[in-house]
């Protein structure tokens, strides 16, 4: 088996500045350079000069593209043989896709640690206008300079942390699969994602700002991102969680970020599973993810929808979620826990 992986990872204070060495390394002529609005007027410039020894088409991409305006630019781009997108999730997932349809080599530069998209060979497109999962390919570098994650607002941070937290969820989902023959755990993949969640939730938390915490953060979502790559399914670091967060995207007056409604849906399912559940409490308090998702006046109507409509998103798989009695057990639990009663409006 040959399993591709990231041939540059670079998680740091500075590491833009290494452009310029990793352009040289790999020999690229031609870089195609890929914004977001905010990243183009605050990085673009900065990036250039990062990256001077050979030339840079830089693209400041609008929001909000939808997959078939996506393929259309990309190939209306110029010729290159690095692809580079700079951003938060959605620039990076369009820089990945295009990449992935020129057929060149992807560096993804997040400029938050809100999901572990930036590592990961899916990306979330918006088909037909909804958020759908397209597959990929891993992204060739990764680049996530600490200095410029750090001055993200604290709750993409805190998405990042509730994405990281659902590999708990997500492998107790898939070893519930396997038990009912739905499908195989693949062991390495699940070491790694569990490794991945379990090294972060022993660093310190006061400050989720600190660059230790942060490096922490984006070395185990990079772990996770991975971990999909070695199983050929996202099952290691998605369950049951990651379908309610799914569903609510597709059914939700006001979908909130991916990690923060995927953090609430693992804190519920851990409830369900009776696995784990404490120590989610915990880091959700810690962090102060749990004082955020109070001032959302999130909707528990759509919630109690989103979990009714969860198995639909992947009939195929066999997770908690899947099962009625457990489906029954998550809605009673809106109602009942205190720190959701507290979330919910
Ligand atoms: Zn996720």
Not at 95 to 115: C, D, E, H, W
Not at 216 to 235: H, K, P, Q, Y
Request: charged share 20%.
């Amino acid at each position: 088996m040959n399993i591709p992986i990231p041939s540059i990872l670079e998680i740091g204070e500075g590491v833009v500045w290494r452009m310029d060495d990793i352009v040289r390394t790999y020999r690229f002529s031609k870089a195609v350079m890929l914004f977001d609005d905010f990243t183009y007027r605050t990085y673009e410039q900065d990036m250039k000069q990062a990256i001077s020894s050979v030339p840079v088409h830089t693209v400041c991409l609008p929001p909000q593209l939808d997959i078939v305006d996506i393929m259309k630019k990309a190939f209306e781009l110029p010729h290159c043989d690095v692809m580079i997108a700079m951003g938060g999730g959605a620039v990076i997932d369009c820089g990945k896709y295009m990449a992935f349809l020129r057929q060149v080599p992807f560096i993804s530069i997040p400029t938050s640690a809100s999901n572990d998209g930036f590592a990961s060979t899916n990306c979330s497109l918006l088909v037909n206008g909804k958020k759908t999962t397209v597959p990929a390919k891993v992204p060739f570098g990764i680049l996530a300079d600490l200095n410029i994650i750090q001055q993200a607002p604290e709750r993409f941070i805190l998405a990042g942390i509730g994405d990281l937290m659902s590999n708990i969820t997500a492998l107790y989902d898939w070893e519930f699969e396997q038990n009912h023959g739905v499908s195989r755990v693949n062991a390495f993949a699940a070491m790694i994602s569990k490794k991945a969640v379990n090294s972060f939730i022993r660093t310190p938390m006061q400050n989720i700002k600190h660059p230790i915490f942060l490096k922490e953060l984006i070395s185990s979502l990079t772990m996770g991102g991975i971990s999909t790559v070695i199983s050929g399914n996202s099952a290691p670091i998605s369950g049951s969680e990651h379908l309610i967060s799914h569903a609510l995207d597709k059914m939700s007056s006001a979908p909130q970020m991916h990690g923060i409604q995927v953090g609430i849906a693992t804190y519920i399912m851990a409830h369900v599973q009776q696995h784990r559940a404490e120590r989610i409490t915990k880091v959700f308090t810690r962090t102060g993810f749990f004082d955020y998702a109070k001032t959302l006046h999130l909707s528990k109507d759509e919630y109690r929808q989103a979990i009714d409509i969860a198995p639909t998103i992947k009939p195929n798989r066999y997770t908690y979620i899947h099962d009625e009695q457990y489906r029954k057990r998550a809605i009673r639990l809106l109602d009942e826990d205190h720190i959701l009663k507290e979330i919910f409006t």
